[in-house]
T-cell receptor
């Protein structure tokens, strides 16, 4: 079963615009991570945010975490065509494994 | 090569045949995971190893599935008597973790996956 659900399921934007995707989860967590997956490939780790953190930045990525609402958001600023991919949140509920959400498919139009 | 390698990249098999996939993790990583991903969905956990010990298996892993990690190095995932419902991408990931449940700050390193098609 999957713990997280991303919203929206699909997002299409113009190059240069910002992209925001959200993740909701069900149980308490130690940390939450975001991964990117290009079509037909494995997943690439982007950023981790711990349960006691509220916001984290990495380059053009900004992640927020609201543990009271059991939700997280990923913001990609100044998007590029190369950002076209599926993005997944993954939660660590302290059970030795990550549980992935259903993903947001992002398409950045040049 | 410092990444996670999976072999083969693609496998087409007839229903009822057995298939075996291989994963070579990053050498210093002590944890190895297998996930399955179907089209349009996120990866679903199948099983994981801490060194050579298989510590957890998902309910998704029926008795037709078996995984091994001899000597705590590479791992194999075998599916016996394949069914069309087994068609999916099988992803391997590894990580370096301590003794507690939580995984390190760097998450998983995934391989490129093996895409299985059962016809």
């Amino acid at each position: 079963s999957q713990q997280g659900e991303e919203d929206p399921q699909a997002l299409s934007i113009q190059e240069g615009e910002n992209a925001t995707m959200n993740c909701s989860y069900k149980t308490s967590i130690n940390n939450l991570q975001w991964y990117r997956q290009n079509s037909g490939r494995g997943l690439v780790h982007l950023i981790l945010i711990r349960s006691n953190e509220r916001e984290k930045h990495s380059g053009r990525l900004r992640v927020t975490l609201d543990t009271s609402k059991k939700s997280s958001s990923l913001l990609i600023t100044a998007s590029r065509a190369a950002d076209t991919a599926s993005y997944f949140c993954a939660t660590d509920p302290g059970t030795y494994k990550y549980i992935f959400g259903t993903g947001t498919r992002l398409k950045v139009l040049a | 090569d410092t990444g996670v390698s999976q072999d083969p990249r693609h496998k087409i098999t007839k229903r009822g045949q057995n298939v075996t996939f291989r994963c070579d993790p990053i050498s210093e990583h002590n944890r190895l995971y297998w996930y399955r991903q179907t089209l349009g969905q996120g990866p679903e956990f199948l099983t994981y190893f801490q060194n050579e010990a298989q510590l957890e298996k998902s309910r998704l892993l029926s008795d037709r599935f078996s995984a091994e990690r001899p000597k705590g190095s590479f791992s194999t995932l075998e599916i016996q008597r394949t069914e069309q419902g087994d068609s999916a991408m099988y992803l391997c990931a590894s990580s370096l973790a301590g003794q507690g449940p939580s995984i390190n700050d760097y998450g998983y390193t995934f391989g490129s996956g093996t895409r299985l098609t059962v016809v």
